[in-house]
Each structure stands twice: as C-alpha cells, then as structure tokens.
C-alpha cells in the first residue's frame, strides 16, 4: 500500500462508518479512531507524517464552518454564561493545571513545555461532543451549551497555545505582552471574521446558482483562517464568526436551492473530514510511540495524569460553577443547565479529538536555536492518550451516565413548539394567498384550490398537523402556470415567517431549520 491509497482507505472507512455506528451505538468518530488504529498495526500500511504547518489550516477551518452552521448568534446569547465560562475560564484553568502537574511529575519538563501540552489538552471537540449529543437526545439548552463550549474554546486554547510554543522557541516570555496578544489576536480575528462575513454575504447575493454560493461559502473559512493567521489574529474565531455572519444572512438571500445543496454538501464534508481527522489520530499513534522511542513505558505514569487532572478539573469547575450560579440561572429561567444531573452529564461529555491532535501534531520540530522541541515526543504520547480515553471511554459511556442521571429532552414540548411553527407558515400563507386573490380577483373555486393545495403541503410536510387532501387537476395549462407562480409567492410568506421565527429568542435554530428542510421539499 502506498501513500495514495491510504487516504481512499480511510475515506471508505469513512463512509462505512456511518451505518456500522448506527447499528452498534457507537459514535462513527470512535469506530474511526479505532480503524486508524487498526490500520497503523498493519505492516503494509505506510507511516503516517503530516507537516505540522499544514493540519490546522486543512482540518479546523471546514469544521468549525460546519459546526457553526447549526447555530446562530442569538443561541450563543442566551446561554452566553455557561459558554464563556467553559469555554474561557475551564480552558485556562485546564491548562494550568495540567502544566503545574507535568512540571511536578517531572521537574526537568520547563514550564512552557508543560504549559504548551496544557493549551492543547484543554479544548473538548465540538464534532465529537455534537456527535454524541445529538445521539443522545439531551435537552436543547444543554446541546447549545456543550456546542457553543466545544466552538468558542478553541479560540482560546490556540491562543494560550500560540503564547506558550513561542516562549518556548524563542526563550522569551512575558506576561503583559502574553496578555496584550491574547486581546489583540480576538480583536482582529473577529474583525476579519465581519469582513470576510459581510463581503460573503453580499458577493453571495450576486450569484445566481446555488452551486455557486455553496463553492463560494467552501473557500471563505479557508480564506478567513489564512488572513486572520497571517495578521496575527486567532483564525478560529475569524472562521466562527464569519460563518455565524452568514448564517443569519443567508435568511436574505438563501433559496430554497441554496439550502438543501448547502445543507447536503456541509453534511458530506463534515463527515469526510471529521472521518479523516479521527482517522489521523489512530494513524499518527504510531508514530508518536516510534518517537517515543523505548521510553515510551515512562509516559504512561504522567499521561494518567494529566488525565486525572483534565478529568478532574472539569469536574470540580462546573460543580462549583453549578453550586454559585444555580440559584440566579434558575431564578431568571435562563436557558441554561443548572441541576446537578445536567452538571455531570456535561463533565462526561468533554471529549477531545481533531482540536487536540491537531496541536499537538503542529508542535514545531526544533527552536531558533535549531535544537529540538524539548520533550515532544512526551507531549505528543501524553495527548493521544488523552485523546483515546476521552473517546473509547468517555464516548461509549456517555450514555450509561445519561441514564443513569435521568437526563432527557423534552420532546412534547419541543413537539408542541414545532407544530405551533407550522401554525404560524400556514396563516402566514393563507394570509399571502387572501392578498393575492383580491389582487388578482380569482375566482371562487381558483382560491379553494389553492387554499387545498396549501393544506396539502403542509399536511405532507407535518401528517399531524391535517388530513392529506389529494388536489384537483388543472384544467389548462395557462391556469397551471399562473397557479404555480401563486404558489411560489404564498410558500416564500411561509418561509419569510419561519425565518423570522429563527431569529427570535427561545426558538431553536436547528428546529427551524428542520422545518425549512421541509418547506423547499414541498415546494411546486
């Protein structure tokens, strides 16, 4: 087997993941990692070395892009408390911790060493942690909470990780410049993150095909993540924020076209790069135990620790977090998790994956000087494990401490929101249709029909909301295609409300956009 062929073999694997983990219960990035792993055993399987400059800027930029299209900004502003201190408070103290504790297990490890290891362990992965969310039926408040964590700590954590590889390359630290870099790399990468956003969305509107406008929103997270990178800012959140830009623009200018191609095609590259970057993690174990040479055995004692340590943490941080802020979240009812059972599914569910070992990967192989990164080979084994407990351990029993917590979804209620949404398209359409028909002075039977037509579609759309009326023929083609332009108008009334309803508070944004789905499928 050659270089070529392995890339095909890790796709295939891939795709036959989806199903097999479907069947089985088990998360397709787990089934993925296990398959690298598998394959890095095999003799004729080729050893695995990705240049580390280049793994970030080919795996991040499409996830998190992918990610932050099931989210919106006013998700992010409802459970901004809990997310901003999971994913800044919880990252900075992870990697505190966790540098303190690979400095005291072994003292010749320099403190930046240790600190860069901390920055990369800190983040959980928004693939993996939405993977298995979702999976699992937990409640809305708390899959945007663990999502909008598993996007916005990435910022973070690379930002600490950017500090700390430089102090150790170049030798130099120094806490207010750390401090003075850490704002300045979120100023700017928000700012490119609105440009490349506002230019997106308004070059977007100039395209006329919806094939065009998905290849566009396919360069622009490549194109932010290099700019943002190149100035100095944190690329992760230029790509955040751009995407959730043009989220919300997209209620303007998308069709329905653009949204089942965009949907359809985001769909298939988060699988294919998520399957390729659990993938890589199998594979470069490997590598990272060939580096380590025959000192592999005297990893195994630190790497339990930093496990114990990432593990513990997280623990201690939401417990308390729950235990100060519990009573004021549940007196304003805030959208957020605040029961001891929410608390301790979210512990659980901080895996880590393509985030981690995309760092560590990226760890430079020398310093200015021109001598080895200290102790890479110690970060790299200390990561992977980190890695593989989080996933074939956290992973497969996330579900037993669901169960046994008791924690679940409201689906009546989410149910009884869905078909108040349908509510809401049909009187918006019915209302278009009662204009149109004045306008065009229809007659009598013209408007029945159409009404029908109307509760058809929807009726298809949702069978609980009415009784499945077939409609009547046309009788001429000329009425046909006068018909069809009405329907147009009424269903994009439809559309409009639903979009308006997405940007309200309290309305989930994938739940819209599930009802959107359905919208354009029914379209004439």
């Avoid at 409609?471 to 295609?481: C, G, Q, V, Y």
Wanted: charged content about 20%.
């Amino acid at each position: 087997m050659n270089h070529l062929e392995l890339p095909f073999l890790v796709l295939f694997g891939t795709i036959l993941a989806q199903p097999l983990g479907r069947r089985l219960g088990v998360a397709p990035a787990v089934l993925m990692t296990v398959f690298g792993c598998v394959l890095a055993l095999i003799p004729a399987v080729p050893e695995v070395r990705v240049a580390p400059d280049l793994i970030l800027p080919l795996l991040l930029p499409p996830l998190l892009y992918a990610a932050a299209r099931r989210t919106s900004w006013r998700t992010f502003a409802q459970n901004w408390t809990a997310i901003a201190l999971q994913a800044v408070g919880l990252v900075v103290a992870t990697a505190v911790v966790v540098a303190v504790v690979v400095h005291l297990w072994h003292p010749a490890v320099p403190l930046a060493v240790a600190f860069v290891l901390g920055a990369l362990v800190a983040p959980p992965d928004p693939v993996a942690v939405g993977a298995l969310a979702g999976r699992l039926g937990l409640p809305r408040r708390l899959v945007a909470v663990l999502e909008g964590e598993g996007l916005f700590n990435d910022v973070t954590a690379i930002v600490l990780y950017g500090i700390a590889v430089q102090a150790v390359v170049t030798g130099q630290f120094s806490a207010w410049s750390a401090a003075l870099d850490f704002v300045l790399s979120a100023v700017v990468g928000g700012a490119v993150g609105l440009v490349f956003g506002w230019g997106g969305s308004r070059l977007m509107r100039r395209l006329d095909e919806a094939a065009w406008q998905v290849a566009l929103g396919l360069a622009l997270p490549f194109a932010a993540y290099r700019l943002a990178d190149a100035l100095a800012g944190s690329a992760v959140l230029a790509v955040l924020v751009s995407a959730l830009y043009l989220t919300e623009a997209a209620t303007d200018f998308g069709d329905s076209d653009y949204r089942l191609v965009g949907d359809s095609f985001w769909a298939i590259v988060e699988m294919l790069v998520t399957g390729i970057a659990f993938g890589l993690i199998g594979l470069e174990l490997a590598t990272a135990l060939r580096d380590a040479g025959p000192d592999w055995p005297r990893f195994l004692g630190v790497s339990a620790a930093v496990i114990g340590a990432v593990v513990g943490v997280r623990l201690v941080w939401l417990m308390a977090t729950w235990a100060l802020l519990g009573p004021w979240w549940r007196r304003r009812e805030a959208d957020e998790p605040y029961t001891w059972r929410e608390t301790m599914v979210t512990w659980w569910a901080g895996q880590r994956g393509v985030a981690t070992v995309a760092l560590a990967l990226a760890v430079p192989l020398t310093t200015e000087s021109g001598a080895p990164f200290p102790w890479r080979s110690g970060i790299l084994f200390t990561a992977f494990a980190l890695v593989l407990f989080t996933l074939l351990i956290q992973g497969p029993t996330l579900s037993l401490v669901v169960r046994a917590t008791g924690v679940r979804a409201d689906t009546g209620a989410e149910r009884t929101m869905e078909r108040q949404l349908w509510a809401r398209i049909l009187r918006a359409e019915l209302t278009r249709l009662r204009e149109v028909a004045r306008t065009e002075e229809l007659p009598d039977e013209v408007y029945d029909r159409l009404r029908v037509g109307i509760e058809r579609r929807l009726a298809r759309a949702d069978p609980e909301a009415a009784d499945d009326v077939e409609a009547a023929a046309e009788r001429s083609f000329s009425l046909h295609r006068k018909l069809s332009r009405i329907d147009q108008e009424v269903l994009a009334a439809g559309r409009v409300e639903a979009m308006a309803a997405r940007r309200e508070p309290g309305v989930p944004p994938d739940l819209v956009d599930r009802v959107m789905r359905r919208l354009d499928l029914r379209s004439p």
